[in-house]
C-alpha cells in the first residue's frame, strides 16, 4: 500500500509566522502535490513537483512556495502565515494517474 | 480552474438502501477516479477507471467510466452506517502522470441504521 505520511495532523500558527508543513511518500514516485480544502470550495492545488527540484504552480499558489530536495519529501512553506490560510492541508503523490493522499494538516492561523 | 459537477450535493439514506451518485464534465477525460473521505482524515482512493465504458467493482462499490468520457457513476449496494462519508469524483484529462487531476466537490452520504 502506498504511504503517504503529513508531518503533523493539527497545527496552530501565529500571523506572520513563517510555517513549514511536510510530507513523506514511501513509494518513489516522482510527482507530488499540495493541495488544501475549504468547505464550499472543495480541492483546489496549491503546487505540484513532477521530479526533484521541480516545481509548477498549481492554481492558487500566492502566498505559498514549496521545496523538493528529495524524491520522497515535498514540502509547503507559507512564508508569512495569514488567517486566510487557516485550512486543511493535503498532500498527494501519484502513480498511474491516481493521487494517494496524507491524512491532512488541519492548519489554524490566529 | 474548471470543477467538475457531481451530484447530488447531499444524500440522506437509510441502511440497507442502494445508492447512486455521478459526475459531469463538458470536457472529456481519461481518467476517472472515486475517492472517499472520512471526517479530519485525508481522502482514499476507492475505484479507478481508465478505459471508456469500463465497469469496476470493489465490494460493494460500482462504478463505470462513461461512452462519452464526460461523465462517471458511482454505486454503493447495500448500504451500512460505515459508508457515511465524502464522497468525491476525479478526472484526468491526459493519459500521461503529470498531470492535475480535476474534483467534483463531493457527495455528503448519512445512513441511517
Known amino acids: 500500500d502506498v504511504k503517504v505520511t503529513q508531518s503533523s495532523r493539527y497545527l496552530v500558527k501565529r500571523t506572520g509566522e513563517k510555517v513549514f508543513l511536510e510530507c513523506v511518500q514511501d513509494?518513489?514516485?516522482?510527482?507530488m502535490f499540495w493541495y488544501r480544502q475549504d468547505p464550499g470550495l472543495g480541492l483546489r492545488l496549491i503546487y505540484f513537483?513532477?521530479?526533484?527540484?521541480?516545481?509548477e504552480k498549481g492554481d492558487i499558489p500566492e502566498g505559498y512556495s514549496v521545496s523538493r530536495e528529495k524524491k520522497e519529501r515535498f514540502s509547503l512553506i507559507l512564508e508569512s502565515a495569514s488567517t486566510n490560510q487557516t485550512s486543511m492541508y493535503l498532500c498527494?503523490?501519484?502513480?498511474?494517474?491516481?493521487?494517494?493522499f496524507g491524512n491532512g494538516t488541519r492548519l489554524t492561523v490566529t | 480552474g474548471q470543477q467538475l459537477n457531481q451530484s447530488p450535493q447531499s444524500m440522506f439514506i437509510q441502511e440497507g438502501e442502494d445508492v447512486s451518485m455521478n459526475c459531469t464534465s463538458s470536457s472529456i477525460f481519461n481518467t476517472w477516479l472515486w475517492y472517499k473521505q472520512d471526517p479530519g482524515e485525508g481522502p482514499v482512493l476507492l475505484i479507478a477507471?481508465?478505459?471508456?465504458?469500463e465497469l469496476t467493482s470493489n465490494g460493494r462499490l460500482t462504478a463505470q467510466f462513461g461512452i462519452t468520457r464526460k461523465d462517471s457513476f458511482l454505486n454503493i449496494s447495500a448500504s451500512i452506517p460505515s459508508d457515511v462519508g465524502i464522497y468525491f469524483c476525479?478526472?484526468?484529462?491526459?493519459?500521461?502522470?503529470?498531470?492535475?487531476?480535476?474534483f467534483g466537490k463531493g457527495t455528503l452520504l448519512t445512513v441511517n441504521p
Open positions: 477507471l481508465y478505459k471508456a465504458g
Open positions: 476525479a478526472g484526468q484529462r491526459s493519459g500521461g502522470s503529470n498531470y492535475k487531476l480535476t
Open positions: 498527494a503523490s501519484q502513480f498511474g494517474g491516481a493521487l494517494h
Open positions: 513537483s513532477y521530479d526533484v527540484k521541480m516545481k
Open positions: 513509494m518513489d514516485h516522482e510527482n
